[in-house]
């Protein structure tokens, strides 16, 4: 399997840290404007789980020898797409997109990245990445726990949130993985 380079490490983990703060900012923007406050505590409280992520990332790109809390912009249609999901106006859209589509999909890009890298010589990434994906699980249950409280928050839309997911598969949302493609390294 072939690895990525010191420098697509730093760009790919840059990159994942301002996907981070993109979902920071936009649960940042939201939390004001839900009537519902359980739901307001819940994203408030992932929205300190993003900022500590975004911490993490951004340091560590610094130890991969790129400036400090650094990354690429993320793509134009991908930031398109985000801030079409940034102006949902209900709390069940809101959710089912955060939670079915792009906290599942900010989890298959740090499976990538790991399936990528030597988990001996990328140790530090490795452990940060992995710590985020407990936050990620926990923040998934956090959400069913909510929707078994509040059903009515369910989105009862399936196919909605698949089709949002495979729009989501569609954009380039990492320079790296292009990099990584254009290389003979993509999967």
């Known amino acids: 399997m072939n690895r990525f380079t010191l420098k697509e490490k730093a760009e790919y983990v840059g990159t994942l840290r301002t996907l981070d703060v993109s979902l920071m900012e936009m649960l940042a923007r939201w939390v004001p404007s839900i009537p519902e406050m359980e739901v307001k505590v819940l994203l408030g409280r992932h929205l300190w789980d993003l ?10 790109v610094f130890e991969l020898r790129a400036p400090l809390h650094s990354g690429p912009p993320l793509s134009e249609p991908y930031g398109q797409w985000l801030q079409g999901i940034a102006e949902m106006g209900s709390t069940q859209d809101r959710l089912a997109a955060f939670y079915e589509c792009l906290l599942p999909a900010i989890s298959k890009r740090h499976e990538h ?13 490795v452990r940060i990445l992995e710590r985020i994906g407990q936050d990620q699980r926990r923040m998934q249950q956090e959400h069913a726990a909510l929707l078994r409280e509040l059903p009515i928050l369910a989105k009862n839309m399936p196919q909605w949130s698949k089709d949002l997911a495979a729009s989501e598969d569609r954009l380039q949302l990492l320079r790296a993985e292009a990099v990584a493609v254009a290389a003979g390294k993509g999967e």
């Open 113 to 125: 990245y790991l399936g990528h890298t030597d988990r001996l010589q990328d140790e530090p990434t």
């Open 51 to 60: 900022a500590q992520h975004a911490d993490l990332l951004g340091k560590r």
